[in-house]
């Protein structure tokens, strides 16, 4: 029972999730096909493994621990800070900032970049795909 309601929290969760604008869902499909061909059973990107990536610490490149919380903080729709330039970074969330997620050629650039600073490697398609799916449907 608890997991059929937890299902149904959401789908309906997922009904109400930020819109795509046709770029960015070419961009999204373009990282599914290709997420696909790395694993055949993928059916389709998932909240809960791109929370686990967004929050996730690792040891980052000056021998600090790091994750995307760590400049984006966990509030999505509020500012953060680059520890290391120290520049705000306007909020992460659609909601919050419309202008996020609206141009995939900007959206890829920060995906390679984030997921160096704080991997140490650029993100599979599948990981970056469910990031994104994360980030705009994070409530």
Not at 52 to 58: G, R, S
Not at 75 to 83: I, P, R, S, V
Not at 94 to 116: C, G, H, Q, T
């Amino acid at each position: 029972m608890v997991k059929a309601v937890f299902a149904l929290l959401m789908v309906v969760s997922f009904m109400q999730a930020y819109e795509l604008n046709a770029q960015m869902k070419d961009f999204m499909d373009s990282l599914l096909t290709e997420a696909k061909k790395q694993n055949p059973n993928l059916k389709a990107f998932d909240y809960a493994r791109g929370e686990k990536i967004f929050t996730a610490e690792q040891m980052g490149k000056k021998g600090n621990k790091i994750s995307c919380v760590t400049c984006h903080t966990a509030d999505l729709a509020k500012k953060g800070l680059n520890e290391n330039t120290n520049k705000v970074i306007e909020p992460l969330s659609p909601s919050a900032n419309p202008k996020r997620f609206s141009d995939a050629k900007e959206v890829k650039k920060w995906l390679r970049r984030n997921f160096k600073d704080v991997y140490n490697r650029e993100g599979s398609a599948q990981e970056q795909g469910d990031v994104v799916t994360y980030i705009i449907n994070k409530k």
